[in-house]
């Protein structure tokens, strides 16, 4: 795999760690009421889908390592719906 491979998917690793440390200790209607802490997970899922969508198109393992890449690039499309 190559540098930019890998450098990828460190990324989408850093953001998964990110969001659990976002989300450790938080109750699910203290995040539904923060707009802040909701920003900031959406934002990680964001570069997740990103980091992992990119990947997939540089090396051809990334698909058969993440089963479900292509239900987390679609979320990353959702949630930016305009690009």
Known sequence: MNPRSIKRLED????????????????????????LLRSA??????IIGEALGIAAKEHETVQT??????????LRNRLIPWL
């Open 12 to 35: 989408a690793r850093d953001a998964c760690a990110l969001i659990q440390a976002f989300t450790s200790d938080v109750s699910r209607d203290s995040f539904l009421a923060s707009d």
């Open 65 to 74: 390592l993440f089963p479900e890449l292509r239900r987390i690039v679609a």
């Open 41 to 46: 997970v959406e934002r990680q899922l964001e």
